[in-house]
């Protein structure tokens, strides 16, 4: 790809353009112009999106090999999502600074940047297991994109990280990413963080202050915990969203902001609407492009490779080098409600306790963790061979069943033996009898 030539700028908006953009108004010039020109990039700037979609499919079957962005406005975004389906690589949102982020932006995969298949800011995430490599897909795409991205999951899954590298691979790169964790603030003190005020505007206001909104001009507002918010203020947040202006407190004329909005939350936004907590309209406005972050105990194949990472992260003298077998499946086995956090949380504790251990052994892990394996015999000599493996076996089956909720056919359909077989054992090491648990679904 020629990476000085013109940006092919498709569109029936009349325009005075700055180079390297050159203006066609039709598939038939854009087509003579291809065949002619090395283009550097296609840009679709439709003033209907659906006209937009259809110069999608004709570049694809054209067999494009150009970077396709599309041009879209505001109020659209929700629908525009469909063209990354549709051969569209990038979606720019229409404003000032428009012309500039697309050059930007394939300056950007001009330059020598990480290797094949990674992402940039995703560089350092683990992501090894299936969910998270599904994860680092949609982070890809919303990089390509200016689209509002919800972040949903549960406390200590990474949502900032998730929203920083988000932030770092897109056309905003180059600005402020501006955090803000709205359970932090009461409402009053919420909207004057986010909107700004005047001096005067309220008691103690000597001097204006510029809100987060103005702070995050041209770059990324990163709102987490979006789902504590009040009504009240939801009908705010959603004007600004909406209108792309916002009213400091204490004055009567709006401004205007250019800002990509990434909010987070780990509640059950869908939940919260049908309890009438959470405003519809606000929903599907941030519900544009979501990701769901998944627990740590649905990534199973990332728990071992993040605990290796948190401890060659320590900055304390460290010499823990690794995870022994016996912890590693201990890690694997606890169910982590704190998820990645917590994780990171007991690396630390690890390495702060250690007295010169090569590696993190079972008898090392906190209490909660190593009492979800069979206890271990200070000498493997004081029982029989027969004794620790039916300990071992009993342990084995009661936490197939916790992980199934207690449903005797996916147990016994997970362990790898018959359900008849499942009710034998239970029976001899006197767990509940099958009869009195709930039913397979």
Known sequence: MNHAGPILWLSDRKAELPRPFVHVTGRDGAAERLNQEEIWAICLDRADLEQTRADARWLRRRRNRLPVFAVVATAEIGRAVQLLTEGVEEIVMRGNETHARVVARLRARSCPGPEAGEIQGFEHVVAESPAMRACRELVRKAQASDATVLLQGETGTGKELVARAIHLGSARSAHAFVPLNCAAFPETLLESELFGYLPGAFTGATRGKRGHFEEASLGT??????????????????????????????????????????????????????????????????????????????????????????????????????????????????????????????????????????????????????????????????????????????????????????????????????????YKKLRRYEMQDPRGTRADV
């Open 221 to 422: 507002l990163f709102l987490d915990e979006i789902g504590d918010t009040s009504p009240s203020f939801q009908v705010k947040m959603l004007r600004a969203l909406q209108e792309g202006r916002v009213r400091p407190l204490g004055s009567t004329r709006e401004r205007p902001v250019d800002v990509r909005v990434i909010a987070a939350t780990n509640c059950d936004l869908f939940s919260m609407i049908e309890a009438g907590s959470f405003r519809r309209d606000l929903y599907y406005r941030l519900h544009v492009f979501p990701i769901e972050l998944p627990p740590l105990r649905g990534r199973i194949e990332d728990i071992v490779p993040l605990a290796e990472h948190f401890l060659l992260k320590q900055r304390e003298p460290n010499t823990l080098r690794g995870i022994g077998p016996d912890a590693a499946c201990l890690l694997e086995t606890y169910a982590w409600p704190g998820n990645v956090r917590e994780l990171e949380n007991e690396i630390a504790r690890l390495v702060a306790n250690a007295r010169g251990e090569p590696e993190v052994t079972a008898r090392m892990l906190s209490e909660t963790i190593q009492g979800l394996g069979p206890a271990l015999p200070v000498d493997p000599g004081m029982e029989s061979l027969r004794e620790t493996m039916a300990r071992f076996e009993s342990w084995v089956l009661r936490r197939a069943l916790e992980r199934h909720a207690g449903r005797r056919i996916a147990t016994a359909r997970s362990l790898g033996i018959t359900r008849e077989c499942l």
